[in-house]
């Protein structure tokens, strides 16, 4: 698959299985656990099937595999689609990856497109920041407890596609949003940046190969009090 392509496709139970069958998440979960969403690309699909096996019996977790490629902007055109019909107790949320990534402009579809070619960023900061309020502004109506994990390191530029560093200026932005509005942050980030894969890899799609669990349980535990 082209890089380009791929890129395009982004962005705890008891008995935990996730599949897809016509865009629907199938979760089998334990009744009476704590209900925690986990909404990112797909990096966040291997360490929440990790999450939820570490978290087994305690806590009851769904990632939202068919919101995987979805952008700030999409998320709130289809919010009720990501909560679904289940009141959640904790969501673990990020946008990042596809809002900075180049698209077609030609297209109502996001399909990646490197800016030599002509392609134009999904998301500017500024319609970042009033998405990224408006969608904690949801999320806390809701109810439930929220964590924001910060978008992790992008160290190339990826065919043109992506900008190398631009996830600092968006991670700043969504900083400041979520202290002032009281949101817990996981600061997938730093964590990233502190392991041996950040040394070792260029590819911002290849952070899977390093545990990405830890924090995001340990976010989980502590905002739910589970100690």
Do not use: C
């Amino acid at each position: 698959m082209h890089a380009a392509t791929h890129l395009a496709s982004l962005t705890l139970s008891v008995i935990f299985l996730l599949n897809t069958f016509n865009g629907s998440t199938r979760v089998f979960a334990e009744e009476n656990l704590p209900r925690v969403l986990i909404i990112g690309d797909s990096i966040y699909n291997t360490p929440s099937r990790s999450a939820a096996e570490e978290l087994k019996g305690r806590v009851e977790v769904v990632w939202k595999y068919e919101v995987s490629s979805f952008h700030s902007g999409s998320a709130l055109e289809h919010f009720d689609e990501l909560l679904g019909d289940t009141k959640w107790d904790l969501v673990h949320f990020n946008f990042g990856l596809t809002d900075l990534m180049y698209r077609d402009p030609n297209t109502k579809t996001i399909r990646a497109m490197s800016k030599e070619a002509g392609g134009v960023r999904v998301t500017s900061p500024a319609l970042y920041e009033q998405h990224l309020r408006q969608l904690v502004t949801r999320f806390q109506a809701t109810g439930a407890k929220l964590v924001w994990a910060s978008t992790t390191p992008i160290k190339t530029d990826y065919n043109g596609v992506l900008d190398s560093g631009s996830e600092i200026e968006y991670n700043r932005i969504a900083a400041q949003i979520m202290k002032e509005k009281g949101v817990a942050i996981n600061d997938m980030h730093a964590y990233i940046n502190a392991s041996e894969v950040a040394l070792k890899s260029n590819n911002p799609l290849s952070f899977n190969r390093h545990p990405l669990h830890p924090p995001i349980v340990q976010s989980i535990i502590t905002i739910l009090k589970l100690d």
